[in-house]
């Protein structure tokens, strides 16, 4: 149909002169995601293609350096960084934001010309540039300028897919190195040819991730014209079909005329090669790429669009839709199609009904990132929590897990942070697992030696013991989650349970100091632990230093945001808390031996790591909301953007995300359990949040929305708010009121209202 000029002059002039109505409209949420913020700087994420929540994540891998624990190395943890100029193949399994690297299985790499053993995908690498370079939720494409190669990827929950489009060349090949891997040493491998198209085989590893066994299946679109295999660095016999030895390789083949497309289907399982072809099948049984490609389209919309913001900024709805697509990332599914799944004790189990899910960086996304999922994904909340049920049944020590990895525990953190996540979805109407059930893990798990635990249950405290560090942290940390499973015994009606886990929550007190003000490290004998400097980070034997997980005394200073009311009587009242907090952001930056994850500095506040991201939020419930408007605005504005050094730290699967994602809507869970979501600055004119009515039947049109009237930049100060039409004189909602749907109006202005609301209200909600 030729459309006529008049309409194509109308629309170009209002996209030049008039292109906040367009942003206000906005386009598909999905089309506001740029898979490539955070893979530059520190932020470690991949652009590279997945399903939500997804198994599979095939992406290109540039890095992988000899070690970890470098600048370069740990820039690294994703296999990507956009500062690289070269890549070396398309690798099927990554992690998000993570501080550590690992995964990176199975990597296909085309190249054209001669190739000769060893096929090691680093010898054949490409320069790409990044011009050439596009990334969407799910799908990934780019340009192999040493191959004259254009690559695509698109993906499913459990298979992923490739296209390659070849030129004209007597020498095309495929490169599959079962060697690669990001973070960990292949142990064992093995890899079959079945026939003209097909190969089969297994890649085993040790890496931050033990004794992990990745399954796979590779469907070529054409037969080849010939394959080798590669065996410990040398070329089998011609004829020979399976290899298998700790390195392991394969060259694939063919002879192409320009614009040859090649296809590859991938299929996955932890279990068998049985199961990756039942996944692959189940999922990807044609060989239509661009159908794959547009039902991830599809999907990826359907999730983002639960959230639908109007903003006439298009950076900030590309920030916030991307912020949102990393909180889906993760946790990741861990089993196949069928339900079946690899659990703790490495033996295979048959689906029981619900979805097993591993990478729960439960450290960092306890805080805002499951607390978002309740209300974005209560689909998947019930399988979260039966799967840190079964761990914990299956687990070799009987715990719940802290930070489990492809199925297993890596024992990385501190806390048992499995406990918030569970009693938060319990207290939010959550009833999908057996309550009995969560209820004594949470409680062995606690009362376990683990984790220094036992020194814990003794002292009231965790003792700065030499070689022993992260005292003051695992001292509040426990306390918090001790709160937690004080509240659930109080809802079981466990009476001396609650009592005793109740005093176990104050336990934040015991390393208070009163004349530094700080929570700072005892010895074993209750004296408090000397030398002490509140900007020391740096693990050391003989200081106070290692007192505190990746941070300092001062990155800890507000951790008991169980008990905010007792924090601030610690303080001297509320007067003396805001002073704290304002020395807090306003002291210098300056620390004693850095550690390279305290980023996104503003003072001593480290936006780019976790243990203080609640602290903006703290001064409106001291009185002060005025000035948690500002510093949440300041953040907002400084530590975000749309490039690719646009997340200030590592994303640590999607929680410096959901950070943005909650503060963008005016909101955020201070204390991640108590269902109360303190109102800061919103950066959005209008949110709605798509309630799922299975999960939240009385909500009113399945809505949830917040209006910000006259929202800026420079407008983040609250004048008055209302909800469901009456004054709010509060700077909270509850989960409650958000479940009902209705709406939150919010009118901002350039000038602080401090008198907003009333201290007493929160008082009494100790």
Known sequence: MKIPFKYLRLAIVAE?????????????????????????????????????????????????PADPWTLEGWDGCSGYHYSDSYLMGFSHTHLSGTGRGDFGDILV???????????????????????????????????????????????????????Y???????????????????????????????????TGFRHSNGWATNRTIYFVIEFSQPFASVELEQDGKLLPPGQIVAKSMNVRACVDYRTPAGQRILLRVGLSPTSID??????????????????????RKNWNENLSRIQIETPDPTIRRIFYTALYHTMTAPQLYNNVDGSYLGPDKQTHSGSGFQFYSTMSLWDTFRA?????????????????????????????????????????????????SVPVIYDAYQKGFRGFDAKLAYQAMTNTALSSRNRQGEYQKLGYVPWVKDRTEAVSRTLEFAYDDWCIAQMAGALGKTADEEMFARRAENYKNVWDPKTKFFRAKNPDGSFHKPFDPKEVATAD?????????????????????????????????????????????????????????????????????????????????GAQYKTARRVREIQLMQYDDTPAGICGNDDCGQISAWYVWSALGLYPLNPASGIYVIGSPLVEKAEIRLD??????????????????????????????????????????????????????????????????????????
């Open 16 to 64: 030049i002169f008039f292109p906040w109505l367009l942003a206000i409209a906005g386009p598909e949420p999905v089309d506001s995601v740029s898979p490539l913020i955070g893979t530059g700087d520190h932020g470690h994420t991949y652009p590279g293609a997945t399903a939500p929540f997804g198994f599979v994540q095939l992406s290109p891998d540039t890095r992988v």
């Open 109 to 163: 790499m085309p190249v054209t010309g001669g190739v000769n053993a060893p096929f090691d995908a680093q010898r054949f690498h490409s320069h790409f540039s990044h011009d050439k370079e596009f990334a969407s939720p799910g799908y990934y494409r780019v340009w192999l300028d040493d191959y004259d190669i254009q690559a695509e990827l698109t993906a499913t929950a459990h298979a992923g897919m490739h296209r």
């Open 165 to 199: 489009t070849f030129p004209v060349s007597e020498q095309s090949h495929l490169l599959v190195d079962l060697v690669h891997g990001i973070g960990n040493k292949c142990t064992e491998a093995a890899l079959k040819v079945e026939s003209s198209n097909v190969i």
């Open 275 to 296: 199961e990756a072809k039942m996944n692959l099948q189940k999922e990807i049984p044609t060989w239509d790429f661009d159908a794959v490609r547009q039902a991830a």
């Open 369 to 417: 990132e499951h607390p978002l999922l309740t209300l974005l994904q209560p689909g998947r909340v019930n399988d979260f929590i039966q799967t840190l049920l079964v761990s914990y049944q299956e687990s070799p020590d009987h715990a719940l897990p802290s930070w489990p990895l492809a199925g297993s525990e890596t024992s990385t953190m501190i806390g048992y942070h």
């Open 542 to 622: 003989d200081d106070a230093s290692g007192s505190y997980t990746e941070a300092d005394a001062w990155q800890y200073m507000f951790a008991a945001f169980q008990d905010v009311p007792g924090m601030i009587r610690l303080y001297g009242g509320d007067a003396e808390f805001i002073k704290r907090l304002d020395q807090f952001f306003d002291e210098d930056s300056d620390m004693t031996h850095w550690r390279i994850d305290v980023t996104g500095l503003v003072g001593q506040y480290a936006h780019g790591n976790e243990p203080d991201q609640h602290t903006p939020y703290l001064y409106a419930l001291a």
């Open 693 to 766: 009515p299975k999960f939240y039947p009385g909500a009113r049109d399945g809505i949830f929305t917040v209006i910000a009237d006259n929202v800026s930049k420079q407008n983040c100060y609250i004048e008055s708010a209302t909800l469901d039409g009456r004054p709010l004189n509060h700077p909270w909602v509850t989960h409650q009121e958000i479940a009902a749907g209705g709406t939150l109006e919010l009118e901002m202005g350039i000038l602080p209202n401090k008198r907003w609301w009333q201290l007493s209200q929160f008082e009494n909600r100790k």
